[in-house]
């Protein structure tokens, strides 16, 4: 608004200074808009630009061996079912960990999968010995525990049978720790694979038991099972 009319008085004398008043009123305008314009354009650009570092960072860490040689001091928080994030438990993180990665060897050829790798995560029980009961929105997995080394499993746990609810007739308690569940199979290892009780002959209806450390696990853990086997009837209704 000044220095374009002095500039136009000097060029062109009143014709100058109109045309430089002119020119300020119309700079007053247009480059105020500009500006905030060529702001937005280069905080875009910048975005952007870091977007691509960051892109080409993690590019560097997948395609190199730096990924193997980072340290992983703990297992990865484990999300459950109801898909909330909660405070890392060194427990679920454990039980996700044996949902997804337990396997079992099937055939001649001891081809292993894991069955519960895309399931959901409900929770994880100590039952006896060295095992434990996981259980998630589509089945129960009976997992030996691996040995830990550094807060991480040592060895890939190995799954010795798994039931799928829509195979669960019926859940109950016999002789104060023990879990017994009916199972009521048409196709064997499409939905449940009764590990070692496959050398036994399996008739359409069979009794599985789980034996629980106390009787006040074995009541807590049988009222589990039901909440989980009901829940899973209910999803199939919906």
């Given at each position: 608004?000044?220095?374009?009319?002095?500039?136009?008085?000097?060029?062109?004398?009143?014709?100058?200074?109109?045309?430089?008043?002119?020119?300020?009123?119309?700079?007053?305008?247009?480059?105020?808009?500009?500006?905030?314009i060529?702001?937005?354009?280069?905080?875009v650009?910048?975005?952007?630009?870091?977007?691509?570092?960051?892109?080409?960072?993690?590019?560097?860490?997948?395609?190199?061996?730096?990924?193997?040689?980072?340290?992983?001091?703990r297992?990865?928080?484990g999300?459950?079912?109801?898909?909330?994030?909660?405070?890392?438990?060194?427990?679920?993180a454990?039980?996700?960990?044996?949902?997804?990665?337990?396997?079992?060897?099937?055939?001649?050829?001891?081809?292993?999968?894991?069955?519960?790798?895309?399931?959901?995560?409900?929770?994880?029980?100590?039952?006896?010995?060295?095992?434990?009961?996981?259980?998630?929105?589509?089945?129960?997995?009976?997992v030996?525990?691996?040995?830990?080394?550094?807060?991480m499993?040592?060895?890939?746990?190995?799954?010795?049978?798994?039931?799928?609810?829509?195979?669960?007739?019926?859940?109950?308690?016999?002789?104060?720790?023990?879990?017994?569940?009916?199972?009521?199979?048409?196709?064997?290892?499409?939905?449940?694979?009764?590990?070692s009780?496959?050398?036994?002959?399996?008739?359409?209806?069979?009794?599985?038991?789980?034996?629980?450390?106390?009787?006040?696990?074995?009541?807590?853990?049988?009222?589990?099972?039901?909440?989980?086997?009901?829940?899973?009837?209910?999803?199939?209704?919906?």
């Open positions: 608004m000044v220095t374009s009319p002095l500039r136009g008085v000097k060029r062109g004398g009143a014709t100058g200074l109109f045309k430089g008043c002119f020119t300020g009123v119309a700079d007053l305008v247009t480059k105020p808009t500009a500006g905030a060529a702001l937005a354009a280069k905080s650009e910048g975005v952007a630009n870091t977007a691509r570092s960051v892109q080409s960072a993690a590019w560097n860490v997948v395609l190199t061996d730096k990924v193997v040689n980072a340290p992983i001091r297992l990865p928080i999300i459950g079912g109801d898909g909330v994030i909660r405070a890392w438990s060194e427990r679920d454990l039980g996700v960990y044996m949902m997804r990665y337990a396997s079992v060897q099937a055939g001649t050829l001891s081809f292993a999968y894991h069955p519960g790798s895309s399931d959901l995560y409900v929770a994880m029980h100590d039952v006896h010995a060295d095992k434990v009961l996981v259980s998630t929105n589509q089945r129960m997995m009976c030996v525990v691996p040995n830990m080394q550094n807060n499993p040592s060895e890939t746990p190995k799954c010795l049978w798994y039931i799928s609810w829509s195979d669960v007739s019926s859940i109950w308690v016999e002789a104060s720790v023990v879990i017994c569940i009916q199972v009521n199979i048409e196709h064997e290892r499409e939905t449940s694979n009764l590990g009780f496959e050398t036994q002959e399996i008739s359409q209806t069979a009794r599985f038991h789980v034996r629980a450390r106390s009787k006040q696990e074995a009541e807590q853990l049988e009222v589990h099972l039901r909440r989980c086997w009901n829940d899973h009837l209910d999803s199939l209704d919906v």
